[in-house]
């Protein structure tokens, strides 16, 4: 690391004021300080001192899905051979499903990356570190199937229109992955749902062997096929068809073990869209008219991308409520809808994506509401000591 150091220190001249790439400042420093913690000190004003900076806070977020991601790539190979009817071994799902996976995850860093950079060196600031967690996002939420360069589009499209039109990290309103995933879900609807865009390299059909499904338990719940859906421990474990980290609600669980440890991740607000989706789904138990209302309430918690959202979307700690109290309002209003969505408009299946946006927008409204009522507390609390200190 010394001589990593040392070749930084002889070049970075050249891109500092009144050097040959001074232009190229913003990229620079942005790669000396992914490589090295930033030696600026405050000089002056009041400060927080801390251990841990954005950069530190992403790269434990990007750790926290790196359970699922190893199983997203396993269980990419699983599907493709069960579907083919090739028997394979552990190591042979998951070269498959490596080989299927790290190109999407090159494209989207690639592409999203290539715009931050550009966008910093027009605005002449720093390279911020959101991205680091969105890149690992957008593949994580897409089908393995999805042209790169359909990934690629979408990606920049969540950068610019969801991020950087509001003036970059920290200014959005819109989760950027999720942004992502609905511009691919509205612009390209036929390589999004479908019974075999889950399968690695059987997009139509070609080569499965007979019996075999590749419908998402989503996809037979909607269709009230809900014989089909697989058992509860396969939906829990996630050897089943679905987005590339979704379906293991076990390895979710251990990234929101991890973002919790670290108080990175907001446990209130995973616990209330928790509890939000189970509420709603008691209630459409108690009137259930068809199939997909009468699943055990419990269960939708683990199909989808239900789990995968509440860890990993409702806590983006931008889009999301800030006071204590909203967070708790958010995220049981993010579980409620999902479920809502979800089972009474079967145009829309996975509603989890949509309840997070829909909630994203009015995250400032419940905040503001939060704080007036405080204020108003408040205010009733002092006039009342100001009363009881006048007939003292």
Known sequence: MKLLRKQIDKIKPHFQKGGRFEMLHSTFDAFETFLFVPDKVTTRGAHIRDSIDMKRTMIIVVI????????????????????????????????????????????????????EFIFAQIRNHEV??????????????????????????ATIFAVIIGKEVFGGTGMNILNPALTARAFLFFAYPTYMSGDFVWISGLLKGEGIVDGFSGATPLANASLGNTEAIPSSMEMFLGTIPGSIGETSTLAILIGAAILWFTGVGSIRIMASVFVGGLMMGLILNLFAVNPFMEIPAWEHLIMGGFAFGAVFMATDPVTASQTDRGKYIYGFLVGFLAILIRVLNPAYPEGMMLAILFMNVFAPLIDHNVMQANIKRRLKRAEGSNILNKVQ
């Open 64 to 115: 926290a899905m790196v359970p699922a991601l190893l199983f997203g790539m396993w269980n990419t190979g699983y599907q493709h051979f069960i579907a083919t009817g090739t028997e394979a071994g552990f190591l042979d799902n998951f070269l498959h499903g490596f080989v299927k996976v790290l190109p999407i995850i090159v494209v989207s860093y690639a592409s999203g990356l290539a715009v």
């Open 128 to 153: 911020n570190e959101g991205f680091l967690v969105t890149g690992m996002l957008i593949p994580l939420i897409v089908p393995v199937d999805v042209p790169l360069w359909m990934v690629s589009v």
